[in-house]
């Protein structure tokens, strides 16, 4: 029985769930705007996923083409959305982006430069024009490293490895139902255990910032990272929130297929970008075979064009490569199942034949190091193995666009584990400039947020009790289920029956077996200790992915429509109706329900950006 | 291809510990990490390890593969013969947490110390230029991933656990570089790169190159220029001379 | 603040170990903090092989070279100007008149070297080298000897203080490197002037390729690559001395091999000019 008073107790205004770039981010946001401010982060500090990002950060700045602006950004956005997205975040993050890019050379970031010394930038899938500010291959590194350092030199606290495993809200001592009715609930805390010692640790703040990242570690192949188990979506649930768009998934076309060991290793669209092509065992460019109508006008139908392209853009159109996300994974796919893999099951990724060693090695160092020490593949002598793997949830917390505030007053979200941004689908390079933008604001706006709190009443001993019993439960049974067992089975899952062809059927049947998995996870038993101990933070963390898992098979069931990151096999087609509804999902009771919300309508000036070409 | 891997991992925590013995079936073309991954899924549930992203980018798996600081993700089993007993056990230098598991906090307690960045105002058109060949030695540092192996082979503070006060490591010695070579900066940092991170305790003896798995020439392109920056600031007859004579600052040179 | 897990887990202090065998060291890797692992290194390779042959390799060449210089005969061949490398400039009282190119001022005296002036800043460029310091720290100090193997020693000051401090010097005796390496140049060149005018043997190719050699080593120097460029900020300001910098770092990386082939290539030098000298064979004239 752990006893309230001796748990390790700190006090903040704004409290910061993750330590990626959102997170860090809206801790300099929050701390500039005075408010005292704290990070949590489950890993070491600047370990985060943000740290995986590649290709580069997407921001209308015209350094290259003075054609681009936001306008263009946005319309790009909406477009590789699908027209699913919050037409006010994409507007937001369109006008946003540069200046949120320019901050970052002012905390010592060192892009690659153009001849006059500005930004470079870089082309990526779906976006016009060449948007993407980059360091070679390693932007992600080069953002998480300055914000890193920025939040060190402001002297932010930063509690890394522990892991919150519970929010505190007002009124919380009564039942659930009840809490959400009444329009208290608001944030007044956290619960969290360290890693390191396994002790718990309760923090009051008015106000928390949801920045935890995705989902993929539901999935068998993903380029995810341990963490990403979905704690924010799932602490956003209980709290009372809503999910918007859960079940689009974003499977990045591209990820490593051998050896298994790192099977779904991204390998970074930039090779696409840089004059990377996709070929099928036959040789073939088979992306020519798989151009949407939607994408047909601005897409190039002969290899020629595509070529020339790289070259000289304004007299060409682009190549098929470079179409979004979403139709490349499900092109590579199709291919596949045809029978025209490569021999490990995926395609051919070829840039040793189009480009010079030099260029290669100067454009894509990490991806020729990832490639030589993980597989023995010389990139720049022969073509890679790709094929597709869960990189992003485009589905998240429903917030207000312009603060990040859920609907549940004092929780904010941002950066992947908010939703609405990026709609069906998100572009390449849209995430880092996402996680900038909305960061600032919502660490802004919880910092005043918190200035307008009235003193807290503080968190309750029985609260704070019932939170430490429920993370020690796993301690409590002998003999039980193994927590990594469980993982594997839910990601088989998930893989084989909700990934990127979907049908009735299958999400049933997923449906059936995620509440088996539910009740197998709560039968987890734990050897050792709190110390350190693995497979206890797994067995906490497989609630989180259940949840969370659950939402993307109801929601993928419930649309029945082909759209974006959401492929239905019995609905291929792309469902007009359909085209005005956010599916959101909300916690009910011990399981997930699914409601159906129109699509916030965008103001006219913005629509008219569609009808211009 | 598959085939049993014999392993030893130390297990224990600061009260002690040892290596334990363990065989684990593994496939080709797996890594260490894989091989810690199993045993923990079927042998060792509670195994400490830290890892994130398992693909060489985020520098948490740091360990010592016999006796040599690896990252545990991009060291693969082919480097070893099938019949090789393959030992792994926590960073030697830092305190130990649980099993593999090590407080790296030192690391970070350096990095508090590391002035911060403050560059010069932004053009009149709200942009700064930089010329690529101006940030591209800054780029080379900051490939770092922050794994500490460079900071854990180091023999000063390895050996001289007396030496952690006054010394920073290779890692901070690449944040001194690049503030020194960056193209904005304004402030001069020689000072506090020999008083505050204690530049001149190094030997150069080049084993935080050796381990670096970004390839980062620490010691050649960053440690040395740094030193040689000391030497402009500290050690030039000339500027100590100057100095003497007109009783001016020498950071102003 | 950064924390890390400000509550101390375990209810007992961590006890440091007794039990480990007496005549280790008390911090290092056997501190009370850190894993117990007994043997002070696991590496099974054979990383004790190249401080060896460090310490065979500058033992053997000291050796050479200080008998040498110290023979105080058999450094010039009259006939075809070869003037070693050991003895120049040859400025003693003891030189002969025609090898001493700039004059001879010194007492002669058997442990004075004839070349006093040049001989023992060489001998501090090559002693204050980023490369030799690693080289002889490694072999012959085992400080440490090898990469996560302990250092030999209890204590550890790094180059903070007297002498160590003075490996601070080492631009300035690059600076006079340069100008002896220049001289070095001038008594290469002479070498095609012998006694009946131009004419090209084998000790000229000998003479001429350490004397490349000597070059690559000096201007592959840090310091070098420090003062040619590196100490500036903006490299696109000075775009000649970017050029040089980059330059000078391309040789840079190769400043290890340098330093070892400039060895061989110097103990070549002498020894065949030696050999010459003392009528052990005759120089190979090509014209």
Redesign the interface.
Known sequence: MTDPSSI?RHSYDVLIVGAGGAGLRAAIAAHEAGARVAVICK?????A?T??AEGGIAAAMANVWPEDGWQVHFRDTMRGGKMLNHWRMAQLHAQEAPDRV?EL????A????TA???ISQRDFGGHRYARLAH??D?TG??LI?TLQ?RT??L?I??????TVTKLFQSGQATSSAEKRASADGRITGAFAY??????FVVFDAPTVVLATGGIGKSYKVTSN???YTGDGHALALQAGASLVNMEFVQFHPTGMV?????KG??VTESVRGDGGVLRNSEGRRFMFDYIPEFFKAETADTEEEADGWYEDKAKHRRPPELLPRDEVARAINSEVKAGRGSPHGGVFLDIASRRSVEYIQRRLP?MY??FK???DVDITAEPMEVGPTCHYVMGGVAVDPDTGESAIPGLYAAGEVAGGMHGANRLGGNSLSDLLVFGKRAGAAAAEAATRAEPAAGVSDDDVRAAAEAALAPFERQGGE????VQ?DLQDVMHNLVGIIRTADEMEKALQDLGKLRERAQQIS???????????HLSLDLANMLRVSECIARAALERTESRGGHTRDDFPATDDSWGAVNLHCTLDGESIAVRREPLPTMPDDLRQLFEEK | MGYDLKMKVWRG?QSGGELVDFVVPV?????VL?ALHRL???QA????????????????CSAEINGKPRLTC?T?LSVFQPDETVTVTPLRTFPV???L?T??SYN?EK??K?P??S?EP?QPD???????ED?QR??EF?????CFLCQSVCHVVRDHEDNKEAFSGPRLFLRYA?LEM?P?ETGDHRQAAKEEAGVGLCNITKCCTEVCPE?IKITDNAIIPVKERVVDRSYDPLVWLGSKIFRRSSSDQ | ??????????PDPPTPRSSQPSGDLPGGVHAPSRAAIRPKTLRQDRYWVTPALTVIGLTAWVAYATVRVFLQSNYYVAEHHYLTPFYSPCISNGCLPEAAHFGRFLVDHPLIPYAALSLPFLLLFRLTCYYYRKAYYRSFWLSPPACAVPDGHKSYTGETRFPLIFQNAHRYTFYLAFVITLINTYDAVLAFGGEDGFGVGLGNVILVGNVIMLWAYTLSCHSCRHVTGGRLKHFSRSPIRYRWWTFVSKLNTRHMQYAWITLGTLALTDFYIMAVSAGWFDDLRFF
């Open positions: 390790e890993s070491l500090l600047g370990k996923h740290v995986m320019q050379e002012e905390w010592g060192l892009f690659d430069r006059d010394g500005l360091v070679g390693r590194l080069e490293r350092q060190v030199a002297g606290d930063v509690y890394m490895e522990c360290w890693r390191e010692s396994g002790r990272s341990w963490e051998w050896p298994p060991s790192v290793i991204l990490s190091h990832q020490e993980l597989a193994n927590a990594y067992t594997q734990v050897e050792g200790h709190r110390q350190y101990n693995p497979g206890w | 925590d496939e080709e073309g797996e890594v894989d923990q899924a079927t549930g509670d195994l400490a390890v830290r890892w994130n992203c398992k693909a060489g980018k985020c520098g948490s991009m693969r947490i649980r099993d598991v407080d790296v970070y990095a508090k590391v911060a960045f560059p932004r709200g942009t700064y230029r930089m010329q690529q940030v800054g780029q900051r490939k770092c991933i922050e690049e960056h904005l390839s | 603040m950064t924390t890390t897990g400000t509550e101390t887990p375990q």
